[in-house]
């Protein structure tokens, strides 16, 4: 493998940055052997076992919980839905935060307005956060996040690591001589990169001490809904699981179901090289979107390699959801015309539902090797889709 792939592999698999991968590399990809290896050791604890209880500082009424992101570039999804999740059940005191205040621009699309910076909230909180919440960033190395995670770890906060936001954490020295996961497409790198870790399969998320990771985008849903459990009960995580449309939230993950066969890579140089194919989806914001909705059915079709999804609004101002997320559009209502379908979030559609007819109209729309492709980035398995589409090849 050339320099540079293994480069960008070490960093930010293809599918979490914001620079999409060269037709000329996926293609150079089609002549090598996808690593099957048991690279990740096999999980011990029994698939019931979840989160150990996560206990706020003594000055709390509730958890403080900080979702940190890059203002260029952070993952949507891993960003949005732990923070909306976790606000809409009202366990715990909840921030968005990045570096700087102002405009965070999200991966693979959308951007949102940050209105607390970490000295903002190390001002309102100088005595630390209890849960820290890093999701997959551009710059995993980006001293300053680290720093930051690095100070609220020593003053006991848990660092959650969702997705790729593990490598901002294995940079941080955070996962030295612990047990960790990881998307599956970083096995190896991570690996490589972090001899000292133990890395687990088979699980959405691993718990060591203060330190959570999970598996690839899609596991912010299950990983919130554990947290919401360590924090409040069952009760009210069941309450928010059903709100969501999942049955369990539980650890079981079968890792070797998700990899990039000839097929996969075939479907995405195609797509990415003709241009003239590529589609704008337009979906039009209202105050009080789900946001949870929003992240994912904007993050499938911008992942098509396809489509980019952008945002429609009347006068470009930045229009606020259920939970409190400023999100800024990119067309005005009078535009619409120019984008090539109209999505609407519904109100009262659960969020993991919409997801799989989200991946559903996809495969309707583009073809199934485009709509596995797009699964396989979102680490989301086709078991449960197999019941509204037709699986096979």
């Known amino acids: 493998m050339n ?39 096999e999980s011990k604890i029994q698939p019931e076992i979840r989160l150990e209880k996560i206990h706020k500082k003594s000055n709390h009424k ?84 680290i720093r930051w995670i690095q100070n609220q770890s020593k003053n006991g906060a848990t660092i959650v690591g969702i997705c790729d936001g593990v490598w901002t954490l294995g940079h941080a020295g955070l996962l030295n001589n612990k047990k960790a996961t990881g998307h599956w497409y970083s096995k190896e790198s991570l690996k490589n990169t972090f001899p000292n870790t133990e890395w687990i399969k088979n699980k959405r998320y691993v718990q060591d001490q203060n330190i959570i990771t999970t598996t690839g985008v899609t596991a912010s849903i299950p990983i919130s809904v554990a947290l919401i459990e360590s924090i409040a009960g069952n009760k009210k995580a069941e309450e928010m699981a059903k709100s969501l449309g999942i049955q369990s939230w539980d650890p079981t993950h079968n890792t070797e179901e998700f990899n990039l066969d000839w097929k996969q890579y075939l479907t995405a140089a195609k797509n990415l090289t003709f241009v003239w194919n590529h589609e704008t989806i337009g979906i039009p914001l209202y105050h009080g979107i789900d946001e949870i909705s929003l992240a994912l059915v904007a993050d499938s079709y911008s992942r098509t390699y396809r489509s980019k999804t952008k945002l429609i609004s009347t006068n470009l101002q930045p229009i606020t959801s259920n939970s409190g997320i400023r999100f800024l559009s990119e067309i005005k209502e009078e535009n619409r015309k120019e984008t090539n379908l109209i999505l609407e979030i519904p109100k009262v559609k659960k969020a993991n539902p919409l997801l799989e007819e989200t991946l559903g109209q996809i495969q309707n729309r583009y073809g199934m090797g485009t709509m596995r492709f797009v699964a396989t980035q979102l680490e989301f398995s086709t078991g449960p889709l197999c019941h509204y589409v037709t699986c096979k090849d």
């Not at 960093?11 to 690279?39: G, R, W």
């Not at 958890?63 to 809409?88: A, C, H, M, S, W």
């Not at 366990?91 to 935060?97: D, G, K, S």
């Not at 970490?118 to 190395?141: M, R, T, W």
């Open 62 to 145: 509730k958890p403080v919980i900080v979702v940190i992101g890059e203002n260029q570039y952070t993952e949507l999804t891993d960003f949005i839905v732990p923070y909306g999740i976790l606000k809409r059940s009202e366990i715990a005191e909840i921030y968005a935060v990045a570096p700087n205040k102002g405009t965070m621009d999200m991966f693979p699309t959308l951007s949102i307005e940050i209105t607390t910076s970490i000295d903002d909230f190390d001002n309102l909180h100088p005595e630390g956060s209890d849960i820290v919440i890093v999701p997959a960033i551009h710059n995993a190395e980006n001293i300053t996040i």
């Open 3 to 41: 320099q540079n792939l293994r480069h960008n592999q070490k960093k930010n698999h293809p599918f979490s940055t914001k620079q999409m991968v060269p037709p000329i590399i996926l293609m150079t990809v089609l002549t090598l052997t996808f690593n099957h290896l048991s690279i990740f050791a």
